[in-house]
Nanobody
C-alpha cells in the first residue's frame, strides 16, 4: 500500500502564511503527479495545485500568485507554500499522488486523510 501523510495545517489570520507538507511512503515504484486538493464545508473538492515529477506545475486560478507547490522526488514529498491567505481558503486540504507500486502495473490515485486550514478574518 501507499500512504500519504500530510502536516502543517492550522489556524492563521487573514494575510498570513502556512506551509503544508505531504510524504508518501510504502511500496512505491514511481510517483508521477503529486498535488493538493481542498474541500470547504458544503462544497465539492477542488484542485489547488499539482506538480509533475519533472516539475511542471498547475494552479487553480484562485490561488495563482499566492500559493507555490514544490516537491522533493528523493523523499516522495510534496509541499505547498500558502501566502496571503484569505478566509475563503479555509478548507480541508488533501494530499494527492498518482503512481505505481511495481514496474508493470497501472498508475493509481492515492489520497491522504486531509489537514484542516482555517483562515480567520
Amino acid at each position: 500500500q501507499v500512504q500519504l501523510v500530510a502536516s502543517g495545517g492550522g489556524l492563521v489570520q487573514s494575510g498570513g502564511s502556512l506551509r503544508l507538507s505531504c510524504a508518501a511512503s510504502g511500496t512505491i515504484f514511481s510517483i508521477n503527479d503529486m498535488g493538493w486538493y481542498r474541500q470547504a464545508p458544503g462544497r465539492e473538492r477542488e484542485l489547488v495545485a499539482t506538480i509533475t515529477s519533472g516539475g511542471s506545475t498547475n494552479y487553480a486560478d484562485s490561488v495563482k500568485g499566492r500559493f507555490t507547490i514544490s516537491r522533493d522526488n528523493a523523499k516522495n514529498t510534496v509541499y505547498v507554500q500558502m501566502n496571503s491567505l484569505k478566509p475563503e481558503d479555509t478548507a480541508v486540504y488533501y494530499c494527492y499522488a498518482r503512481g505505481r507500486r511495481a514496474r508493470f502495473t497501472l498508475d493509481m490515485d492515492y489520497w491522504g486523510k486531509g489537514t484542516l486550514v482555517t483562515v480567520s478574518s
